[in-house]
């Protein structure tokens, strides 16, 4: 099986470097029409390195366009997606890369640098993914792909505001992967580790950042938005380990009313932690159903009974 994405029209953000730019040129040499989005200056030029990035396709026999739009603000998202479907009539896979840095620990963290962070991260895939999301469903095909960071699903020292940010494009894929599934929109996160101008300032270690070569995740993302793509999925990808984080909840217990105190909440920890019977839930009724079930189960309620 050879994966291409000929006659299909990808939009991805970030791209003037790292990761977008290994990710737009991938898809480009395997067939893919590429929007090459990068913040423009304050003047309206673009950046030497989108520019870069479309001239290096087009050499390569490939289409491209370059986009200097800031997808913190949804106009200019707009306006972006109304010129790549004038150009091209379609958008098949969006790669929301698009991200800034504003590393300091929470207690001494300008409230604005939260804020920026948030709207770039968090608000910059929300704003491509609606723009797109109407397209996609009216074409009933579609492929989104947040990036999300183990920042955000395990934490890390001094990025409460881009932990966040990523932990918040989960959640946004677990919604989007279940209201996009009947229109053939299929959702999904990377979760990267790459040598890129963010990771070289925290890694000082020459030999670990020649492994984590930005090409081992684009792997990783070209297999994220594939026709047989999978979806709902957290894929980690860094130095050709990949691996699928999960989000999962233990079995628990239950506490009939006459128990339901936190004493006998504390007492009962180590029960509740049990991962013998851990599940993944996908989706949050899930959890209700789980709970309802057991106190019906307990206080003998029939709950098939009318």
């Not at 893919?32 to 001239?55: C, I, P, Q, R």
């Not at 960071?149 to 990523?166: E, M, P």
């Not at 299929?186 to 020459?206: G, Y």
């Not at 999978?230 to 009939?256: F, M, Q, V």
């Amino acid at each position: 099986m050879t994966i291409r994405y000929d006659n299909q029209v990808a939009i991805v953000t970030g791209a003037g470097a790292g990761l977008g730019r290994s990710h737009a040129l991938a898809l480009a040499a395997r067939g893919a029409k590429v929007v090459v989005n990068d913040l423009a200056a304050t003047d309206g030029s673009m950046s030497e390195g989108s520019l870069a990035v479309v001239a290096e396709i087009e050499k390569a026999g490939g289409e491209a366009m370059v986009n200097g739009a800031n997808v913190a603000n949804m106009q200019q998202v707009q306006t972006m997606v109304e010129q790549a479907m004038e150009k091209w009539g379609r958008i098949d896979i969006l790669v929301n890369n698009a991200g800034i840095l504003r590393d300091k620990s929470f207690a001494n963290m300008p409230i604005e640098d939260f804020q920026l962070v948030i709207d770039v991260h968090l608000m910059g895939a929300a704003n491509c993914t609606k723009a797109v999301w109407g397209i996609m469903k009216q074409q009933n095909y579609g492929r989104i792909v947040m990036t999300t960071s183990s920042s955000g699903l395990y934490g890390n020292f001094g990025q409460a505001n881009y932990g966040a940010a990523k932990m918040a494009v989960v959640g946004l894929m677990n919604t989007l992967c279940i209201e996009g599934q009947k229109n053939n929109i299929q959702v999904n996160c990377l979760s990267p580790t790459a040598r890129t101008a963010m990771t070289e300032e925290l890694i000082k270690d020459k030999r670990v950042l020649e492994l984590m070569t930005v090409e081992s995740v684009t792997t990783g993302l070209l297999a994220l938005v594939a026709e047989n793509a999978p979806n709902r999925t957290i894929l980690g990808c860094g130095a050709g380990g990949y691996a699928r984080a999960i989000i999962k909840e233990t079995d628990g217990i239950y506490l009939s009313p006459e128990q339901q105190t936190p004493e006998n909440l504390l007492a009962s920890w180590d029960a509740l932690e049990d991962q013998t019977k851990a599940e993944e839930l996908k989706a949050g009724w899930m959890q209700t159903n789980k709970y309802v079930a057991k106190a019906a189960a307990s206080l003998g309620v029939d709950l098939s009974a009318n």
